[in-house]
């Protein structure tokens, strides 16, 4: 027994070292398979700069500017809305955006396009034909700030409409025609104006009551009576001097002596037609002579466009961003929107003076229309052309310019000047009730 549970001992043993071994190389070949996965260090997430959120209302860094139909170059409407606009960039630190419409279905496109991009201060609509198109785009983009010149839009808090008196500059010049033209004893004078909308006839109705005015002093200056016949012409147009041309042919035909442009770029007909008048009867100076509008349009014939009304758009749209600057980021006022009339207390109209040539002329030169050496022989020319009408004529004219500031109660063939103002907004009705008033047929 001894010898055989030695022999087992032996075998037990050997049997005891080859299972170690093969657990051994078992446990070998699982280690691969048993070691665990590296695991990635958690890191502290590196701070990142936090990008704008989409809704960031971008910097209001422009003011910008649409055009009506009419556009920039008409030495006129158009071309003050840019003074206004440059002035207002180059004060407040903006830069200009201006875009051009070449036909009324460019007006809303442009607006949108401005007001989409969202960095505009303040939108200009220019003109009363874009009024629909302002009031449109403002209700869809009730953040931005717009303002319409010549036009109302009504009950829009982002919208300012800035209206003019013209029916008081209007005045003004309608009493310097009747002047001159009793001065020439001449007995007709005219007034050729674009589309017929009611904004144009604040411009019938004042240069009407202005003539009967001017006959008035003329009689109190002289003792002569004077009648002056009174045409008008609507051609329809604002953008067609070939249309002006032709209406202040006829006009000059019938025995007109100073026919007023109430047109935009249709008066440049009106112009033209004027001093090709003067040069057929041997003048380098009128009569005839042509009234400016809107800007001083004095130096475009030299000697024969004896002044300017001018409605100061400049001023308007430079009131305008001033008051959308001072609402949006000076936040010292309260309120944007609502009706801005400027008149001449305020400004915003007045007839032309040579000390006002200085700046149109330099818009001439930068629209192509004046050559830089001409600018003195022009200045040369305007003072000889006011120099030959007497000095009374222009202190006249000029002191009911200063009245017309506070006192509205002028009256003259029993209208007072404050009946045509009370007849404000006009229609079709009530201009031909002034028309009748005053002897206009």
């Not at 280690?31 to 209302?57: E, H, N, S, W, Y």
């Amino acid at each position: 027994m001894h010898c055989c549970s030695k022999g087992i001992s032996k075998t037990f043993a050997l049997v005891i070292i080859v299972l170690l071994i093969v657990i051994g190389a078992s446990i070998w070949l699982l280690i691969p398979q048993l070691t665990p996965t590296p695991t990635t260090t958690p890191t502290t997430p590196k701070p990142t700069t936090p990008t704008t959120p989409a809704t960031t209302p971008p910097k209001l860094t422009k003011i910008c500017i649409v055009y009506d139909v009419g556009g920039r170059g008409d030495l006129s409407f158009n071309d003050m809305a840019y003074l206004g606009g440059d002035r207002a960039a180059k004060e407040f630190g903006l830069v200009l955006t201006e875009l051009q419409s070449r036909s009324e279905a460019d007006y809303l496109p442009n607006l949108r396009t401005l007001a989409r991009a969202g960095d505009c201060l303040l939108i200009v609509g220019v003109g009363f034909l874009l009024t629909n198109a302002v009031s449109q785009v403002s209700s869809e983009y009730p953040n931005q700030l717009f303002a319409i010149i010549d036009g109302v839009v009504e009950n829009r808090s982002n919208v300012l409409s800035v209206l003019f008196k013209e029916h008081e500059g209007s005045a003004v010049v309608g009493a310097l025609a009747a002047m001159l033209a009793a001065h020439y004893n001449r007995t007709t004078v005219g007034v050729v104006l674009g589309m017929e909308i009611p904004v144009l006839y604040k411009f019938e109705a004042g240069y009407y009551w202005g003539i009967r005015y001017g006959e008035q002093i003329y009689k109190q200056k002289t003792g002569k009576d004077v009648n002056v016949k009174i045409l008008y012409t609507y051609t329809g147009s604002f953008n067609d001097p070939g249309k002006g041309k032709t209406a202040t042919d006829a006009m000059l035909g019938e025995g007109a002596v100073v026919v007023y442009n109430v047109a935009g770029a249709t008066g440049l007909g009106i112009f033209e037609a004027v001093a090709e008048a003067g040069s057929r009867a041997g003048r380098t100076t009128g009569p005839p002579f042509a009234i400016g509008v809107d800007a001083d349009q004095d130096y475009i014939k030299p000697g024969f466009i004896i002044a300017s009304m001018m409605k100061r758009v400049d001023v308007g749209v430079y009131t305008a961003a001033k008051k959308a600057l001072n609402y949006l980021v000076h936040k010292n006022v309260t309120k944007y929107g609502g009706i801005l009339e400027l008149g001449i207390a305020e400004g915003g109209i007045a007839m032309s003076r040579v000390e006002d040539l200085e700046t149109f002329l330099t818009l001439g030169i930068q629209a192509g229309t004046v050559k830089a050496e001409d600018k003195d022989k022009i200045l040369n020319a305007v003072n000889s052309m006011r120099n030959s009408v007497p000095s009374w004529i222009w202190e006249e004219a000029y002191k009911l310019q200063e009245t017309l500031k506070t006192n509205k109660s002028l009256a003259t063939r029993g209208v007072k000047f404050s009946d045509i103002e009370s007849k404000i907004p006009f229609t079709a009705e009530s201009i031909a009730e002034v028309r009748k008033a005053l002897g206009v047929t």
